[in-house]
């Protein structure tokens, strides 16, 4: 029994279902707020310096929060889209992992980000981070796409492509992302949400490493088995694969089986 199995044995009844469809409705309530002025995006986000300065709530307000707030009505058509993407996907990963295990991943990469956030105050103690739940987001695509690596999204509404080529897009800008950030503070909070991904998943990578390094292996010996010649001459070395039209035959020569050519029979 591993160690997942272990703590959803023990911890199953605390399980939340739908638990990011509760976060998308709390999201649309915010958003709805902060378009009737009601409310300011800036006071829920998680922003360590204003934490340790009292304001306590924005460790979980943070989390429902809107990714981004819409100018124009594609903006807000989009936002839709992506809050519905989400909700997919996580009904897909609770199927396949079932709830508690997809809530721990969730809790997992919220701890890790909260974590990150403070740890990146204090090496860049002279810039102010600040964190929002596109992290969310993104550790559930990239669960998604390592658990349906073949399922295709249409991209503009017309482009197919594969999850895993996404997903291998998405991690190319993100280490360009990651570049570009000014401070260690600022990219050691951007990464470290993802560590739940590398903490899941990492049987798997292990597992998939291998695989690879076995096809490898066994391409390598094929192709070498492949270029190596079945028959040599013992008498003027000549292979099957430099003289193709030769006939090679077996006859045993002092007790021992040896390889000659035709050429060499005639002479």
Request: proline share 4%.
């Amino acid at each position: 029994m591993t160690l997942w199995d272990k703590l959803e044995k023990r911890l199953n009844f605390i399980a939340v279902p739908n638990v990011v469809l509760t976060l998308i409705v709390a999201q649309l309530f915010i958003y709805a707020a902060i378009l009737v002025g009601r409310l300011d995006l800036t006071s829920i986000i998680l922003v360590p310096k204003a934490v340790l300065g009292g304001e306590w709530w924005r460790l979980f307000s943070f989390l429902i929060s809107p990714p981004y707030l819409a100018d124009t009505l594609f903006q807000a058509l989009f936002l839709s889209f992506f809050w519905y993407i989400f909700w997919v996907m996580s009904q897909t990963l609770e199927q396949e992992w079932g709830i508690f295990r997809f809530n721990l991943y969730l809790l997992c990469s919220v701890m890790f980000s909260v974590l990150g956030a403070f740890i990146g105050q204090i090496i860049s103690p002279q810039t102010t981070l600040y964190v929002m739940p596109e992290f969310l987001y993104l550790s559930t695509f990239f669960a998604f796409a390592t658990v349906n690596p073949n399922m295709q999204f249409l991209i503009m509404f017309v482009i197919p492509m594969k999850v895993k080529w996404i997903a291998w897009i998405m991690i190319a800008l993100g280490v360009l992302t990651v570049l570009s950030l000014p401070s260690m503070g600022h990219r050691i909070a951007f990464v470290a949400p993802y560590l739940s991904f590398a903490l899941f998943f990492k049987g798997a990578l292990n597992q998939h490493i291998q695989s690879n390094k076995r096809r490898k292996k066994f391409e390598f010996e094929r192709r070498e088995s492949e270029e190596s010649p079945l028959h040599t001459c013992v008498q003027c070395g000549a292979t099957d694969k430099q003289h193709p039209e030769r006939d090679f035959r077996y006859k045993v020569l002092l007790g021992e089986t040896s390889c000659v050519c035709d050429n060499c029979r005639r002479n």
